[in-house]
Structure formats: C-alpha cells, structure tokens
Nanobody, 114 residues
Framework: VQLVESGGGLVQPGGSLRLSCAASGFTFSSYYMSWHRQAPGKERELVAR????????VYANSVKGRFTISRDNAKNTLYLQMNNLKPEDTAVYYC????????WGPGTQVTVSS
C-alpha cells in the first residue's frame, strides 16, 4: 500500500489549496478514504471521509462548508479542496485508507499565515 499526498504549502488566510493523494498497491475503489490532520501539540483528527461509492461524505464541524472531499476511482486519487482557509487549519494533512484506518500517507504540511 502506498499513499502519497501533495498540494500542501503556505497560503494566506482566506485562500485556497487543493490536496491530492495518489494511491497504489490496493483496490482503491473498494475502500472508504479519509483526510486527517494534526496540528502541533494536538491529536490527529478526522477532517473528512468519503465512501468507496462516493455516495456519502462526512466532515468535521470545523471545516463544513469550506472543505470538500472527493475521489476519482479511475485515477486512484483522493482530493481535498480547501477554501476560505483559516490560521487554525494549519497542520500536517494525512491521507488514510479504510474505516477504521488501516494505512496512512506520510503527510503534507499546510500553513495558513499572513
């Protein structure tokens, strides 16, 4: 199993970023997938989860209306569109396979700062 996140970086408050997670080594379309994040000094938390059939998505209350999780099963890729970013969104963002989580990517840093 390999999960590789990309798309992180430094963005000003109110800005947008799109994270991607390239998956390989398993049947991507068979698994729930999710994004999690961990800020310095805090526990890792679920940001958003999507079912394998794209029928259902769940979001943390803190990101509802600002973040959108999606997936392209033909490309084995998971996405997280993040809009109206806030400083409190600063964290390392991780892609994860399965529910409960079975595998993690190495993470990508997102920093929201002016």
């Amino acid at each position: 199993v390999q999960l590789v996140e990309s798309g992180g970086g430094l963005v000003q408050p109110g800005g947008s970023l799109r994270l991607s997670c390239a998956a390989s080594g398993f049947t991507f379309s068979s698994y729930y997938m999710s994004w999690h994040r961990q800020a310095p000094g805090k526990e890792r938390e679920l940001v958003a989860r999507i079912t394998n059939s794209v029928a259902n998505m769940v979001y943390a209350n803190s990101v509802k209306g600002r973040f959108t999780i999606s997936r392209d099963n033909a490309k084995n890729t998971l996405y997280l569109q993040m809009n109206n970013l806030k400083p409190e969104d600063t964290a390392v963002y991780y892609c994860a396979k399965g529910s409960p989580t079975q595998d993690w990517g190495p993470g990508t840093q997102v920093t929201v700062s002016s």
